[in-house]
């Protein structure tokens, strides 16, 4: 039976294989072999060859990878491990162009990991990838050519360590001959030289070392060889061979659910109560009625911080949770009071509205369950007890204060609540500033205690809305409005130190959770009949009639002192008729400036009503 003959792919005749040697070797030092014919001399630097090992790393295979892409040829590189140690990029080019992956050199050589278990002779290739296929044949890929470098370096330590006991060899040969040519030409030549002279002794020793020596060089060529052998055959076990190759795993080795879902909850845990920690630190404000008892010192009244009771917008129904829980405070109030006329302030610690929510409900509470009550809006400027209650924005506290008016033509009615009147800020805050005189002050409290059995003044202690605060001077008592997430412990502590030092107690706190109260009215307001009002664009000075006039000159000023309480008359309501007015007769109110106020004629002051 005839073989078959081999024949190359396609009738070629010849095949060719493309093989690159990217070698380099130890800081300083030159290959064993040059380019140069001509060797140099002993001790002298080869920096050509030094050159040309750090050339190939740096600019040599590069060159070499994309003339061989252009060509279509695949070639094989011989890579030792000192290149590999130094040019590791060069490394993972020539892995990237054998894998004809996507992926940069660079993106390569960080995602192949070599490790070396303990106590073991294995090599450990890890290679991440975008896929798990990728991943698998990036790992096999390296793997091979590990073993394939491994054995090209192998066989060339052993050709390069057999070529030079080779020439060793030849070497002794040659010297062996030369020594044998001088002692037999001395036996023939010379009959007269004496036996065992000193140089024939010698020459025979110098042979006999030779001779030695040549044995034991081909004692280690003959070793060689065989090794050089099994090394040089392809896909051999001499050199390792991959105990594992890389598959296509099942699943995910990383991340590890059991191992890092533990861990995150436990570093969540941490975090999150450090957040916290963080965050309670840096927010200064009151978030419960805990905080406030513990921050203030204060008991607490009032308390609808509860989700029942929601958030405050306006007068509560008494069936509401919170309508009951301020008709308590009403009780509670009138029993800390006991019998007389009484004034009592709230003073709110925190911007907005929730001041007069609280001043609003409790003087519709103690309307309610106890007597007639007069709430005085203090606050000018940020006070909504008039749009809480139904009232007019009109003529108030500072046509009082200067004297355009009287208590009992500002007392407007608080909508469906027959014994409750309030007084609002007025067209004029600014002006009424001006007017705050203690006896001023002191006879608008008496003017309204004369009409009512309990004054609420509603006040504020923070910002520019805080001018009219002496107010709370002329109260028996105070209840401070705390408002839970805005109010801040100091302002608190602060509001309390104020009315201490305006000698006015506190009877404690009421908690209210923050307003939803906007801008827009609640109700619609109702105009109080036979109130005469002034519009916003002018205010004019009214001139009390002639017999009311004459009643309170024969009567006398009545001043009320605080803490002295006054005795009130039975229960009525507001919408009793009040005694005739006759007609009024109104005039403008001149504007004077502060230098014109000392110059100016009257006795009576317009701008101070002094």
């Not at 795993?249 to 570093?267: D, M, T, V, W």
Request: proline content about 7%; hydrophobic content about 40%.
């Amino acid at each position: 039976m005839s073989k078959r003959p081999f024949c190359w792919p396609d009738g070629k005749r010849i095949a060719v294989t493309m093989t690159a040697m990217l070698e380099t070797w130890s800081e300083g030092k030159p290959p064993p072999y040059g380019v140069q014919a001509t060797p140099l001399k002993p001790g002298t630097i080869d920096h050509g060859g030094i050159a040309w090992g750090s050339y190939g790393g740096k600019v040599g295979v590069y060159r070499l990878i994309n003339l061989f892409r252009e060509n279509g040829i695949r070639a094989t590189f011989g890579v030792n491990g000192k290149c590999a140690e130094l040019y590791p990029e060069a490394v993972a080019q020539i892995v990237k162009s054998h894998l004809l992956s996507p992926q940069s050199a660079a993106d390569i050589a960080q995602n192949i990991h070599v490790t070396v278990p303990p106590n073991s002779t294995f090599l450990q290739i890890s290679c991440g990838a975008p896929t798990a296929i990728e991943a698998a044949k990036c790992a096999n890929a390296a793997g091979k050519a590990y073993l394939y470098n491994r054995r090209v370096n192998i066989m060339n330590l052993l050709g390069t360590g057999i070529n030079a006991l080779q020439a060793e060899a030849k070497r002794l040969r040659g010297k062996i001959q030369q020594f044998k040519i001088l002692l037999l030409t001395a036996r023939h030549h010379q009959r007269n030289q004496v036996s065992g002279s000193s140089t024939q002794i010698s020459d025979e020793l110098q042979l006999n070392a030779a001779q030695s020596a040549i044995t034991s060089v081909q004692a280690h060529i003959n070793a060689a060889k065989p090794l050089y052998t099994s090394v040089s055959v392809k896909n051999g076990t001499i050199v390792g061979l991959i105990a594992s190759p890389a598959t296509v795993p099942a699943s995910p080795s990383s991340p590890r659910k059991l191992l890092f879902l533990p861990s995150g909850l436990i570093a969540g845990l941490v975090f999150g109560l450090a957040w916290a920690f963080v965050s309670e630190r840096r927010n200064k404000r009151v978030h419960s009625v805990r905080d406030v008892e513990r921050l203030g010192n204060l008991p607490t009244l009032l308390s609808l911080v509860d989700k029942p009771h929601g958030s405050l917008s306006g007068v509560e129904s008494l069936r509401s949770p919170a309508g009951r829980a301020f008709s308590e405070l009403a009780r509670y109030v009138d029993a800390s009071f006991g019998e007389g006329s009484h004034v009592i302030a709230v003073a709110a610690t925190s911007p907005g509205h929730n001041g007069s929510v609280a001043a609003v409900n409790l003087a519709a509470a103690l309307a309610r369950t106890c007597d007639r009550t007069i709430l005085i809006c203090a606050d000018m400027h940020g006070t909504k007890a008039p749009e809480l209650l139904g009232a007019p924005r009109g003529r108030g506290l500072s046509e009082v204060l200067t004297g355009a008016a009287r208590v009992s033509e500002v007392a407007n009615p608080a909508g469906d609540q027959p014994r409750l009147r309030i007084i609002g800020p007025g067209l004029d805050a600014s002006r009424a500033l001006l007017a705050m005189q203690q006896a001023k002050l002191k006879r608008l409290i008496s003017d309204v205690l004369d009409d009512a059995r309990y004054v609420v003044i509603e006040v504020q202690s923070l910002g520019e809305n805080s001018d009219s605060f002496g107010f709370a001077q002329f109260a028996e008592a105070a209840i401070v409005a705390v408002e839970v997430e805005r109010s801040r412990p100091s302002d608190i502590a602060d509001c309390v130190l104020r009315l201490s030092r305006l000698g006015t107690a506190v009877l404690g706190t009421a908690i209210l959770r923050p307003s939803r109260l906007s801008t827009r009215k609640t109700r619609q307001a109702v105009a109080p009949a036979q109130v005469p009002q002034a519009s916003a664009a002018s205010w004019y000075e009214t001139q009390p009639d002639q017999a009311s006039a004459g009643q309170s000159a024969a009567a006398g000023p009545t001043v009320w002192t605080p803490g002295t309480p006054k005795v009130s008359g039975e229960v009525a309501d507001f919408t009793s008729t009040p005694g005739p007015r006759g007609p009024k007769e109104t005039m403008p109110m001149p504007r004077v400036t502060g230098t014109e106020r000392d110059r100016y004629p009257s006795s009576a002051d317009p701008a101070t009503g002094d």
